[in-house]
């Protein structure tokens, strides 16, 4: 079993609707986690951060993390054609010393049609 | 969060050849990270860079084949050495910042 699951897609969907992206995993020591946003030809870029379990809100993208399941999501309301992409999901033990380290999914491809 | 550029963005190669990736960035960070980004596959860290030491690798990955360098703070550059076919891929560099790891653009690497 993978550390990190994550259905690779690709996810179609019309201009406007409510996407919704998950990554499960298997290692419960894991604390942060993460959501990167990655346009094609570009590198990963942060989308929204999160420490334990919990919801939080950044404008049009929600991320929710579930550690009793393991399992973190990504809501995007009112999808825009500017958000296809594929969007990663990332995890880590901690956030810095000497063996930080993300765990990626392998990534979500997004395709919002206008 | 660190501008960072990487050079070159992209190469075509020769097997048997060599290829080093230079990573700078626009601020003095303490740690800097190279990953691989193979075709469906998810990003893998190859090795962490910390100046003034050694690059410690992760499993699977070794210096004979990706030598890393770090002279200063805003600066690395990895090697990838001897290569075949299956070293085609992304080669991504990233920094820590205030909440986590931000990526550089990436070199896109084609071995033939």
């Known amino acids: 079993q993978k550390e990190v699951e994550q259905d690779p897609g690709p996810l179609s969907v019309p201009e406007g609707a409510i996407v919704s992206l998950n990554c499960t995993y298997s290692?419960?020591?894991?604390?942060?986690f993460m959501w990167y946003r990655q346009y094609s030809r570009k590198g990963p870029e942060l989308l929204m951060y999160t420490y334990s379990s919990g919801n939080k809100e950044d404008g049009r993208f929600t991320a929710q993390v579930d550690k009793s399941s393991k399992y973190i999501s990504l809501f995007i309301r009112d999808s825009q054609p500017s958000d296809s992409a594929t969007y990663l999901c990332?995890?880590?033990?901690?956030?810095?010393?000497?063996?930080?380290?993300?765990?990626f999914g392998k990534g979500t491809l997004l395709t919002v049609n206008p | 969060s660190a501008v960072i550029s990487q050079k070159p963005s992209r190469d075509i190669c020769q097997r048997g050849t060599s290829l080093t990736i230079q990573c700078q960035v626009d601020s003095q960070v303490t740690m800097m990270f190279w990953y691989r980004q193979q075709p469906g596959q998810s990003l893998t860290l190859i090795a962490t860079a910390n100046q003034g030491s050694e690059a410690t690798y992760e499993s699977g990955f070794v210096i004979d084949k990706f030598p890393i360098s770090r002279p200063n703070l805003t600066f690395s550059t990895l090697t990838v050495s001897n290569m075949s076919p299956e070293d085609s891929s992304i080669y991504l560099c990233?920094?820590?910042?205030?909440?986590?790891?931000?990526f550089g653009p990436g070199t896109r690497l084609l071995v033939l």
């Open positions: 990233s920094v820590t910042g205030v909440e986590t790891q931000y």
């Open positions: 990332a995890m880590s033990f901690n956030s810095g010393g000497s063996n930080y380290k993300l765990t």
């Open positions: 290692n419960s020591a894991f604390q942060y």
